[in-house]
C-alpha cells in the first residue's frame, strides 16, 4: 500500500496519522520531491475520473492560466497537467487494492472495514 501527497498538506498529515495509528503499514510517496510518472497516474485514471483528480479548489489550480484550465478537458489533458504540476492533485492518493482520493475518517474506516 502506497500514500502519495506530499507532508506538509495537513489532510496528508490526517491520513498518515490514522494510518498509522490503525497499524496499517505503508509507504509514503512524497511526489513534489519524489515526482510522479506516467504510469502511476495513468493507473490512477484508470480507476478515478480526472476530475476527482484534479483539486479545482487548490491554489496551484487556480495560480494557472485562464487558457492552461481551459485546456483540460480530458483524461489526457489531466494527465498532462499532473504531471506538469503534481501539487494539482487532490491529496492524498491512496494506493491499495483499489485507487483512494482524499480522506476523511470515515472513508477510510470504510476502506479498511
Known amino acids: 500500500m502506497k500514500l502519495f501527497g506530499i507532508p506538509n498538506c495537513d489532510t496528508v498529515k490526517k491520513a498518515r496519522t490514522w494510518l498509522a495509528e490503525q497499524g496499517h503499514a505503508f509507504d509514503f510517496h512524497d511526489f513534489k520531491k519524489q515526482g510522479l510518472d506516467q504510469a502511476t497516474v495513468a493507473r490512477w485514471l484508470e480507476e478515478v475520473e480526472w476530475e476527482v483528480l484534479v483539486n479545482r479548489k487548490g491554489t496551484t489550480w487556480r495560480g494557472l492560466p485562464d487558457e492552461r484550465k ?26 491499495a487494492e483499489r485507487v483512494h482520493v482524499g480522506f476523511s475518517d470515515a472513508q477510510y474506516r470504510q476502506i479498511f472495514a
Not at 73 to 87: C, K, Q
Request: proline share 8%.
Open 70 to 95: 481551459a485546456a483540460v478537458t480530458d483524461r489526457a489533458s489531466a494527465l498532462a497537467l499532473m504531471l506538469e504540476f503534481p501539487s494539482v492533485i487532490k491529496r492524498p492518493v491512496l494506493q
